[in-house]
């Protein structure tokens, strides 16, 4: 499934990255907002999983049934974020998540050989694209062009590292989803 690029440290690194902002994310779903918990529990399990994928030599080392157990986790969490309570845009990014991870495990379980024909570079294009608007935007967000509300007070600082988190998240499935 990996390019050559993700080999040795940066798959590593890109592991780490992931792990990180799982972790962050269970402990938002523990002592968050009841209203979060749901989604950041879903971005938990989207974080551990990509951790797990990131490093090639670990790919490498698992079982060749190990892709099929990790798209069945990315599909379980895809339709789980389908019943999250929310606004239903997030509820699509965290399908669409599941549905690029899904896509990276049945290319993991097949040895990296694209065997759908001309479908699944289109789909990884299209994941691509979606993945680069949404770092683009949601990254733009993050900057303040001023206060964020009519009070002068800035952003709460826990929906800052949300958003962060999900940047970084998604920055790592657009590195992911370049070296298949």
């Keep these: 499934m990996h390019h050559a690029a993700l080999s040795g440290v940066p798959g590593w690194l890109l592991g780490a990255l992931c792990a990180a902002v799982g972790a962050y994310c269970l402990l938002r779903a523990r002592t968050g907002p009841r209203a979060e918990r749901a989604e950041m529990t879903g971005d938990a399990l989207m974080g551990f999983g990509m951790a797990a994928m990131a490093p090639p030599s670990l790919m490498t080392a698992l079982p060749g049934w190990s892709g099929t157990v990790f798209g069945a986790h990315f599909a379980a ?76 007070r800035p952003p709460h600082l826990a929906l800052l590292l949300g958003r962060a988190c999900r940047v970084a998240m998604a920055v790592a499935m657009l590195t992911m989803l370049a070296a298949l």
């Design 77 to 152: 969490v895809g339709l789980a974020a389908l019943a999250f309570p929310g606004p239903l845009r997030r509820r699509l990014h965290h399908v669409v998540g599941a549905l690029a991870m899904v896509h990276m495990s049945l290319a993991m379980s097949t040895g990296g050989h694209h065997t759908a024909g001309a479908g699944v570079p289109v789909l990884t294009g299209a994941l691509l694209a979606y993945f680069t608007v949404y770092v683009l935007r949601t990254g733009a967000a993050l900057v303040p062009a001023g206060p964020a509300d009519a009070s002068g």
